[in-house]
C-alpha cells in the first residue's frame, strides 16, 4: 500500500514538471518610464519677526522643466516660526506631484506678496522681466514686501520623493537715517528729507530692469523733528567698534523707507561735490542749527536688494558735517536701537 501511494505521487510529481515546460519564463522588469510622477516636498523659507499676521501671503509658484510649464501652485500655505541658528525664519511647507516622465531637472520660481496677471501663461522670460513700482502707503511689516526664490533640482531616475528648499529674498531695500548734534546746548531741528534719483521701477527677480527712469523723488520726514540726542565722541570708522561702544543711542531716528534696487552708484557713499553720476540715490537734508538754515546733499553708496543701510549723521556746532557713518547689512541681521524721545 505504501509503495502505491508513493507510485501514485511520483506520477503527479511527473505530470506537473512535464506541464510547466510548455509555460513561458516568467521575466522581472524595469518599471516603465511612461507616466512618471515624483512628489516633492517644498521648504520655503524667509526672514521673520513675530507670529502670524505677518506672514506673506499672495503665494506663486510655478514649476519648469524648461520653458514648459509643469504645474502652477497658488494656495497660501501656512507659516510657522523657526530657530535657524539663533535666528527666526518663517517656515512653510508644500507638496506637489508632477509628471516628470523624460525629464532631468526641473526649476522653481517663486513670488510672495505680491499680484501676478495670468500666472498659467508665464515662461521663466517672463518671470525675470516682471517689474513693480512701491506703493504709496509704506508696506506694513518687513514680511509683506515682494519676496522671490529660484531653485533647480536634478531628477534622478531611480528617485521618486525629494526635499527641496527655496529661500524667499526681499526684492526691496531698506534705508533708515539717524541723525545727532555734537553738543547738549546746540538747538538741531531737521526741516526736510528728500530722496532723489529713484526708479520708477523694479524687478521681482534678481534681474536688472531695462529703460529705467531715474528722475523721480520723495520726501522721506513728515514732519521737523527736533533733536535732543547728542554725542561728543565723533563716529568711529570701523563699524563693528560702532555698535560695541553702542554710540547708535545717542541717535534720533529720522526716517526708515523702503527702496528699489539702485545699482548705479560704486560702494562708498559721498558729502556733496560732483559724483559724476546722477543716476545714483542721493539725499537733500534740511536742517536749522542755532537759529540757521542750512542744507546738505549726500550721495548713497550701491542700494541692494534684501539689503539694510543706516545712515549716521552727526552735525557740529561749527556748521559742518563732522562726519558720516553708513552700515549697510544684509536684512537677516537685526540690530535693536534705542531712540531717545525728542521734543
Known amino acids: 500500500m505504501f509503495n502505491k501511494v508513493i507510485s501514485i505521487l511520483g506520477t503527479l510529481i511527473l505530470l506537473v514538471l512535464a506541464g510547466c515546460r510548455d509555460v513561458a519564463p516568467i521575466s522581472v522588469e524595469e518599471p516603465s518610464t511612461e507616466n512618471r510622477t515624483i512628489t516633492l516636498n517644498l521648504d520655503i523659507t524667509t526672514r ?7 506672514s506673506p501671503d499672495n503665494f506663486h509658484l510655478w514649476i519648469f522643466n524648461g520653458d514648459k510649464l509643469l504645474t502652477y501652485i497658488n494656495s497660501d500655505p501656512s507659516w510657522e516660526e523657526v530657530n535657524n541658528d539663533g535666528k527666526v525664519d518663517l517656515k512653510a511647507t508644500v507638496e506637489a506631484e508632477i509628471d516628470a516622465t523624460e525629464v532631468n531637472a526641473i526649476q522653481f520660481y517663486l513670488l510672495l506678496n505680491t499680484n501676478v496677471t495670468g500666472p498659467w501663461g508665464m515662461t521663466p522670460a517672463n518671470l525675470k522681466n516682471l517689474t513693480f513700482t512701491l506703493p504709496d502707503q509704506p508696506y506694513s511689516h518687513d514680511n509683506k514686501v515682494p519676496m522671490s526664490g529660484e531653485q533647480t533640482l536634478e531628477i534622478k531616475s531611480n528617485q521618486y520623493n525629494y526635499t527641496v528648499e527655496i529661500v524667499a529674498v526681499r526684492s526691496v531695500a531698506k534705508l533708515g537715517i539717524y541723525c545727532t548734534k555734537s553738543s547738549e546746548t546746540s538747538e538741531l531741528n531737521i526741516q526736510n528729507v528728500t530722496l532723489n534719483s529713484i526708479p520708477n521701477k523694479g524687478t521681482l527677480f534678481n534681474t536688472v ?5 531715474y528722475s523721480y523723488n520723495k520726501k522721506l520726514l513728515s514732519e521737523k523733528k527736533i533733536l535732543t540726542a547728542y554725542t561728543e565722541i565723533s563716529l568711529p570708522e570701523d563699524t563693528d567698534d560702532f555698535w560695541e561702544e553702542e554710540v547708535e543711542q545717542k541717535f534720533t531716528e529720522i526716517s526708515t523707507s523702503y527702496l528699489l534696487e539702485n545699482l548705479d552708484a560704486d560702494d562708498k557713499i559721498q558729502i556733496d561735490g560732483s559724483v559724476g553720476n546722477q543716476k545714483r540715490y542721493y539725499n537733500n537734508i534740511e536742517y536749522i542749527l542755532n537759529g540757521i538754515g542750512y542744507k546738505t546733499t549726500i550721495y548713497l553708496s550701491k542700494i541692494k536688494r534684501n539689503q539694510f543701510s543706516k545712515l549716521y ?7 559742518s558735517l563732522d562726519n558720516i557713518n553708513c552700515q549697510v547689512n544684509s536684512w537677516v541681521v537685526k540690530h535693536e536701537m534705542y531712540v531717545p524721545s525728542f521734543q
Not at 209 to 213: L, Q, Y
Not at 313 to 319: A, F, V, W
Request: aromatic share 0%; proline share 5%; glycine share 6%.
Open 48 to 54: 521673520a519677526e513675530a507670529g502670524e499676521e505677518e
Open 209 to 213: 530692469p531695462v529703460n529705467i527712469v
Open 313 to 319: 549723521i552727526r552735525i557740529k556746532d561749527n556748521i
